[in-house]
């Protein structure tokens, strides 16, 4: 059973920056899809950012396209979600989420069975 615990969220100014921290535990052998979702009141859940730890694949939603990095420390078992020129519309809690995969990784939240409880970032203007 995969544990995810987000942290490194918090208020910041337009145009700040912040990195949000995702640590797992009960990996097992296999690799995965680890991904960067956020919903804002009212809003539906969207997806920000995938990696597949496999490969080291990511991608991006155009909304953070080139001001945001996800990255992962193996070490540590951690992911990062790397965020810069922060915009109000960034307000959001910001989930990490992950599933089991042998190749390819899916945008949809359905496809990922194990979640974080979640980080709130806001962004003033």
């Known amino acids: 059973q995969v544990h995810l615990v987000e942290s490194g969220g918090g208020s910041v100014q337009a145009g700040g920056s912040l990195r949000l921290s995702c640590a797992g535990s009960g990996y097992t052998g296999s690799n995965y899809c680890m991904a960067w979702f956020r919903q804002a009141p009212g809003k539906e859940r969207e997806w920000v950012a995938l990696?597949?730890?496999?490969?080291?694949?990511?991608a991006y939603a155009d909304s953070v396209k080139g001001r945001s990095t996800i990255s992962q420390d193996n070490a540590k078992n951690t992911l990062y979600l790397q965020m810069n020129s922060l915009k109000p519309e960034d307000s959001a809690m910001y989930y990490c989420a992950a599933y089991g995969s042998r190749g390819g990784c899916a945008t949809n939240e359905i496809a990922y069975n194990y979640w974080g409880q979640g980080t709130q970032v806001t962004v003033s203007s």
């Open positions: 990696m597949y730890t496999g490969t080291g694949m990511t």
